[in-house]
């Protein structure tokens, strides 16, 4: 399942989006604080290993993965962003409830997109679930890969190519227009970062969300942010309306949406 699309929103209007959606993506983005727990265990083989330098974390979110990085590295520097700026708020407000900002730990936003900056300066670099919404995940992780120190890790997770593939196959089933957003090929993502000086080494799993029928998994997208698809492109009233009564049918329960998660770590070389 390949789908391929130019990106027609900005970055600006996905920063906005995310940012509203905030306090309900904290309470409802079960798949991505999973991830995050899956990220952090692959990354503790890593920990001892790491080169001197700081911590970057890109994406942070309301702060699933920024909570355990601060408590498993207390003495690094740590600079936590985001491209949408009430993410960062919240996540800054929710460590703090916690006891966990000190002077080690920073905030910003980033739009990884617009980097320019090439000096390699840390020896860690992690992101939950962003890379997608990167313009060009393979360009977006080069470029972060760039920052890191001879030895350093880039570790990152994010929804690939099989991702949703039910609400897919329906579409296509039906003749309508599959308006999710294009997420990132893996194998793609996998050759072109290996280009670089890095070794890269990956794995995937599928994980799977139940709901209560169709219509409730269009709304808990929107409840966590994604409102938008990048292509500009969105369903009629009447072609949803067929295509959740058709989804609906098919299943004698729940529907189950498969999240095809991949995880990625890129080791700069020495």
């Not at 794995?203 to 269009?218: C, G, H, P, R």
């Not at 409102?227 to 058709?246: I, P």
Request: hydrophobic share 40%; glycine share 6%; aromatic share 10%.
């Amino acid at each position: 399942m390949k789908i391929t699309a130019e990106q027609t929103i900005s970055s600006k209007s996905i920063a906005e989006t995310f940012s509203e959606a905030a306090e309900q993506y904290h309470q409802k983005a079960e798949i991505q604080q999973k991830v995050a727990d899956g990220l952090i265990s692959s990354l503790l083989p890593w920990k001892d290993t790491l080169p001197a330098g700081d911590i970057l974390e890109v994406g942070c979110g309301t702060g699933f993965l920024s909570e355990q990085i601060i408590k498993e590295f207390p003495d690094r520097n740590k600079l936590i962003t985001d491209l949408a700026a009430g993410m960062v708020s919240f996540c800054k407000n929710q460590l703090g409830k916690k006891g966990l900002l000190n002077d080690s730990v920073s905030f910003n936003t980033l739009n990884v997109d617009e980097i320019s900056e090439t000096e390699p300066k840390y020896s860690l670099i992690v992101s939950n679930f962003a890379a997608q919404w990167f313009k060009d995940t393979s360009m977006g992780l080069e470029k972060l890969s760039e920052l890191l120190v001879p030895g350093g890790l880039l570790l990152c997770t994010f929804p690939g190519n099989h991702t949703f593939s039910e609400w897919y196959s329906n579409c296509l089933e039906l003749g309508l227009p599959f308006t999710a957003n294009a997420f990132p090929d893996v194998e793609e993502v996998v050759i072109k970062l290996s280009m670089n000086p890095v070794q890269v080494d990956y794995y995937e799993n599928d994980l799977f969300q139940e709901f209560d029928n169709s219509m409730a998994f269009f709304k808990h997208l929107k409840e966590i942010g994604v409102r938008k698809s990048k292509t500009g492109k969105q369903l009629t009233a009447k072609q949803l309306k067929l295509l959740t009564k058709f989804w609906d049918e098919k299943v004698s329960n729940e529907i189950k949406v498969k999240w095809h998660v991949v995880y990625l770590a890129a080791k700069k070389d020495m």
